[in-house]
């Protein structure tokens, strides 16, 4: 291509995009949504109360809306002040068929799933919900042919009946009768699915949360903890859970063996559609209702009231994704208990004041987060890792082994240890003796200058029980600390073995002189 035609071509390029009509458009849009009109005359004729919200009128409403907001949005009839009304019914009525097509393959699938118990009755608030949505779409059915009467576009000719869409199934299910695949290391999947659907349920406090949240609060949960974004998210690491699942594990002899495994992955698609649905039902507020960041046409004449969309989207699917997500993480816990793979891990005692309130909990909930049984084992005896308190006690022993350690470095220090002296002499030595083992690195000072307590030189002994007792007071009244290369053995799953490891490995959440440090992404679900 020339200089010159690449240059026609770039002018031609920026030339500006021609205008279409009113006229021109409402004949455009006439022939093209008449399909979608018809729909809505339909639905718009339901008795109140009644919802024929089957899957293939869903299916036809949502190839229907879907290609007219396809249409509204190439001519740009969002931004045009004539049709962006038009334009914004057609998506809210996509946006509800959505809504209505998760709730009515969670009701036509509910049979089949395999669920644990939830304190709520479930099936019924799903066809209660299913009522509710069918409702709101045969109300947006009806508004979209008000605005088409306003924007002078002909009324829908004869249309097919509701009935055509009817689903009547014969019960049952096919014979289950294929062989069973040969997978590779299944039972290395199932232990990475529970691990990730535990990382997730860690993950996903905001479902929790907001399931507790009183109707007058529900606007106040936008945009922090709750919003679009996250729940798409979240939505979408479930379904991948699922995925992976029915690629690795679905059809093998494993899945026939362990009947925990079909539980698990039907927990995994139930939270995946009620998060399509909260997802839905976020993007409705954040978009038309909110009034921060709505739009202000759409809130001045609402076509769906905010309460029905609030409580389906906080009282039905957050709340039973929470009771769901709970259930699961029992049965995965469960689930890594009998896979365990069991090993032993050797680290270094928390640099800071031993096993303390911190290093103890972050452990403790490392264990409580796999649910299984971990031992921490200190000169012969056996500590419950998954016990903050039983851990605390490890101190006792760690302490211990720090005298045991300072008495012969003192003797290394020091000519005469056992030598008695006057108290002047005792604090000078004292005094030596803590700055030399500070200097050598094995002794670190949290305060500067440190203050010796009053009972310096008056106890009994000579300089090595008086620099031990001051030492140990010093200890506890966090002016100093004893640094030593004492270790611990944990025993029990690899898996949480490999996550108490990361946490070592990061100074149990804090530096030497006990200020926060940034967890590794691993242990995420530790910094909630």
């Known amino acids: 291509m020339t200089k010159q035609s690449t240059c026609s071509a770039l002018a031609d390029s920026d030339a500006p995009t021609p205008l279409i009509g009113d006229e021109q458009f409402r004949d455009l849009i006439s022939a093209r949504c008449r399909p979608l009109l018809e729909l809505a005359s339909r639905l718009a004729t339901l008795p109140a109360g009644e919802s024929s919200l089957t899957r293939p009128l869903i299916g036809r409403l949502l190839l229907e809306s879907g290609q007219a907001e396809e249409l509204l949005d190439e001519y740009g009839a969002r931004e045009n002040r004539h049709w962006s009304g038009f334009r914004a019914l057609v998506a809210a009525l996509r946006n509800f068929s959505r809504v209505g097509q998760a709730l009515a393959h969670l009701q036509m699938r509910l049979q089949a799933y395999r669920l644990m118990p939830v304190d709520a009755d479930f099936p019924a608030a799903t066809g209660e919900r299913l009522r509710v949505i069918g409702e709101v779409v045969a109300r947006l059915a009806a508004g979209l042919l008000e605005e088409a009467q306003r924007l002078g576009i002909p009324g829908p000719g004869v249309a097919q009946t509701l009935d055509d869409f009817a689903e009547r199934l014969p019960p049952g299910r096919l014979l289950r009768n294929r062989d069973e695949r040969i997978a590779g290391n299944a039972a290395g999947t199932v232990t990475r699915l529970a691990t990730e659907f535990l990382n997730l349920a860690a993950e996903s406090d905001l479902l929790g949360a907001a399931a507790q949240v009183s109707p007058a609060d529900y606007a106040d949960c936008f945009p922090d903890p709750v919003s679009e974004e996250r729940l798409r998210q979240l939505g979408f690491r479930f379904h991948n859970l699922q995925s ?13 063996s362990d009947t925990d495994l079909p539980v698990l992955r039907d927990h995994a698609s139930v939270i995946f559609h009620l998060l399509e649905i909260a997802t839905d039902l976020a993007h409705y507020y954040e978009r038309h ?50 896979y365990a793979e069991c090993g032993r891990l050797e680290v270094p005692v928390p640099a800071y004041r031993g096993f303390h309130v911190r290093p103890s909990n972050l452990v403790a909930r490392i264990v409580a987060h796999y649910g299984g049984e971990v031992r921490m084992e200190l000169d012969g ?37 056992a030598g008695e002296l006057d108290p002047a002499a005792i604090a000078e030595a004292v005094l030596f003796i803590v700055h030399r083992l500070a200097g050598e690195g094995k002794i670190v000072l949290y305060r500067q200058p440190f203050e010796l307590s009053e009972r310096i030189g008056s106890r009994e002994g000579g300089v090595l029980e008086n620099t031990v007792a001051e030492i140990a007071l010093l200890q506890a009244t966090g002016q100093l600390d004893i640094r030593t290369d004492l270790t611990v053995t944990f025993m029990g799953d690899k898996r949480v073995l490999s996550d108490v490891d990361a946490l070592a490995r990061n100074g149990y959440g804090e530096d030497a002189f006990g200020n926060n440090v940034v967890l590794p992404k691993t242990l995420s679900y530790l910094r909630r």
């Not at 994704?321 to 208990?337: H, K, N």
């Open 289 to 338: 209702l909110n009034p921060r960041t709505g739009d202000g046409l759409q809130r001045g004449r609402p076509v769906v009231d905010a309460d029905t969309a609030m409580t389906t989207l906080f009282a039905y699917a957050m709340a039973f994704s929470s009771d769901f997500l709970a259930g699961g993480q029992r049965l995965c816990q469960g689930i890594l208990r009998r």
């Open 381 to 417: 005896k056996l500590f419950d890792a998954g016990s903050p308190l039983d851990l605390f006690r490890a101190n006792e022993s760690i302490n211990a082994r720090k005298r045991r350690w300072l008495a012969a470095e003192i003797a290394r220090v020091h000519p005469d240890p």
């Open 244 to 256: 992976l699942y029915d690629t690795h594990v679905s059809g093998t002899s494993i899945e026939t």
